[in-house]
């Protein structure tokens, strides 16, 4: 047994040293990896990881995987006292649906420290107009029925400009995960909600104690209490044990770090609240529920075609009014529009991949998309909002309230891929 | 009869079943004193504010010795951190021109009481008294405008405080599940 262990010992490390002059002989010609590329042997790594206890515990992504977070809106994150602001998803690299966890985008409301929670000790609180407060422990949450379910959350700051080059830049303020917990609904029947109550005020447990004045119509219809997050606990980021989900609203509805509901009978103008203060009641009325939107991923602005022929134009759709029905794609800067592929299942409020099969002609060209949502929503054109809001298109930076509008990339003769907003 | 007719009749009483009686029995009821400690949620009409008085004075002083000057300037601008204090618009202006400046644009004083008992001040959050809330929220309202020097606040006139822009915005719609943000708005 021992002199055949050896013998396998032996032939690894030959191996492992003939890998290695191959690498070597590749590196010394100046090949490079694409179609031109005539080896005479076939491909393999160029390398091999050791196992190591960090990648048995926990698992690691590939070291040619580079794509991270950035700050957001030109803050640094963390700042100088290590309070996180806003942060970035990269669109740009995402596949399928789900944003990785570790690159969901976060913002808070004023600069945070994440709170460092024992979820053994943390407890939330329903009390108010009910019959019955309540106190759960986590564990307590856990025996409860739960559900699963997709769901984006979106920053309503969300917003392009012509200064962004990215799809990070323009749309990194939105991201998508696998959500488990307890439906609001189930503990606000175990509390016994009052007749006459109208809201619930929301509040986590960060240094301000964020918190959000929320229909009663909203937190009994699809409000979840989430403790799982993409098939682990929720991270400490997005509210670690507890975060309230209210799927389809903008990004501050949804507290994390939560830790008590008031059931209420009136709209509590919380500092949260006053964010959305206006005076303007159609600004007031889109300045709540997300709007139908949708971007193209790939290609996308910063990125470089090789040359002419086939591409999948590829992108995410969403609406906080529903199911995406239907996304369109132009790749003619908005004179023809053709149905897009859904690629795999629309759930509601939940980004939703289309795809778009595309021959590029090597000519200079814009790609679109737009999404229609299953209310009937049409995502409008930065023509169109800014129409509406009578913004003069030559001075806007940005479309007013809340922006679904519609991204435009140019795709210039040599491949690379610009940002279109004017 | 037919069965759907029956419907929100059996929804009614079923509703009706479920508050009077827990369906998991999971959780412990609260003490009152335990709810006291952990609601500070302030509403409108101000029922959860607790006793105390605070005055334009000693809010002045405390403005300086809680450090809230070092963030927000000595005048209640310049600093690094929100203004609190309107923009220099002429005196029969707008409201809404004053800016967004949250002790002055708000509907509610107890929005601003609110605000400053649970989130101030930076690095030291919840751990001014109901005397100093009050003392400061009265200071920000005379640098407003919106208090004579010398005035005192307390639970009971805080409430009563006519902000200008207390009938001036825009209420948000009624949520209902499955329909458009805004009727007739196309997007």
């Known amino acids: ?422 | 009869m037919r069965l759907s007719s029956l419907l929100p009749l059996l929804l009614l009483f079923g509703a009706a079943a479920q508050a009077q009686s827990p369906t998991y029995g999971v959780g412990r009821t609260p003490t009152a004193s335990e709810i006291a400690a952990w609601d500070i949620s302030i509403s409108p009409t101000g029922e959860e504010l607790p006793p105390g008085s605070g005055t334009v004075d000693k809010g002045s002083e405390l403005f300086l010795s809680k450090g809230c000057a070092g963030c927000h300037g000595t005048t209640g601008t310049g600093g690094l951190a929100p203004r609190l204090v309107k923009l220099d618009v002429a005196a029969d202006a707008d409201p809404w021109d004053y800016g967004r400046v949250l002790p002055i644009r708000s509907p509610y004083a107890t929005t601003v009481w609110d605000f400053i008992n649970r989130g101030m001040p930076l690095g030291a959050e919840g751990t001014l008294t109901p005397d100093e809330v009050y003392s400061l929220t009265a200071y920000l309202f005379f640098l407003n405008g919106l208090l004579p020097d010398g005035s005192t606040l307390d639970r009971e006139s805080l409430p009563k405080m006519r902000m200008p822009n207390r009938d001036n915005w825009a209420q948000v719609p009624d949520w209902l599940p499955g329909k458009p943000r805004l009727e007739g708005y196309p997007y």
């Open chain 1, 1 to 422: 047994m021992g002199v055949k262990k050896s013998d396998r010992r032996e032939f690894l490390k030959r191996g492992a040293a003939l890998a290695g002059s191959l690498v070597a002989a590749r590196t010394a010609v100046g090949q490079t990896p694409d179609h031109t590329e005539h080896t005479p042997v076939a491909p393999g790594p160029d390398a091999f990881l050791r196992g190591s206890d960090e990648i048995v515990a926990y698992g690691k992504r590939s070291r040619f995987v580079t794509s991270v977070r950035i700050p957001h809106g030109g803050r640094a994150s963390p700042d100088q006292f290590g309070l996180d602001f806003h942060i970035a998803t990269p669109l740009q690299d995402s596949v399928g649906v789900i944003t990785p966890s570790s690159l969901h985008y976060m913002g808070t409301t004023r600069g945070s420290f994440i709170p460092d929670i024992d979820p053994e000790k943390h407890r939330l609180m329903i009390h108010g107009m009910v019959d019955r407060p309540l106190v759960f422990t986590m564990a307590e949450l856990k025996r409860l029925p739960s559900v699963t379910r997709m769901h984006f959350i979106e920053c309503a700051g969300n917003r392009a400009s012509s200064r962004h080059t990215t799809v990070q830049e323009t749309h990194g303020m939105t991201s998508c995960a696998e959500w488990t917990g307890v439906l609001l609904s189930t503990l606000l029947k175990e509390a016994g909600v009052h007749a006459n109550a109208d809201w619930i005020v929301a509040e986590g447990v960060e240094e301000v104690k964020g918190a959000s004045s929320i229909p009663m119509a909203k937190a009994m219809d699809d409000c979840l209490l989430c403790y799982g997050m993409n098939g682990e606990p929720v991270r400490p980021q997005q509210g670690f044990p507890l975060r309230l989900l209210v799927p389809g609203f903008e990004g501050i509805f949804n507290v994390k770090w939560l830790r008590r509901i008031k059931v209420v009978d009136q709209y509590y103008m919380t500092y949260n609240d006053f964010g959305h203060l206006t005076r303007d009641p159609v600004n007031a009325a889109l300045g709540y529920q997300i709007g139908p939107k949708s971007v193209i991923t790939h290609p996308s602005g910063g990125q470089q075609l090789p040359g002419p022929g086939f591409y999948e134009v590829s992108g995410l759709a969403w609406s906080g009014g529903g199911r995406v029905a239907r996304v369109e794609v132009t790749t003619d800067g908005g004179r023809t529009w053709r149905d897009a592929d859904i690629r795999g299942t629309a759930h509601p409020m939940a980004h939703t991949r289309f795809s778009f099969e595309w021959n590029w002609d090597g000519k200079e060209c814009e790609l679109q998309s737009r999404c229609i949502d299953e209310l009937g929503q049409i995502q409008p054109s930065r023509a169109q909002a800014l129409e509406f809001w009578s913004t003069p298109e030559e001075k806007a930076t940005s479309v007013k309230g809340q922006d679904n509008s519609i991204q435009p990339w140019r795709i210039a003769s040599d491949g690379s891929v610009h940002n279109a907003i004017i």
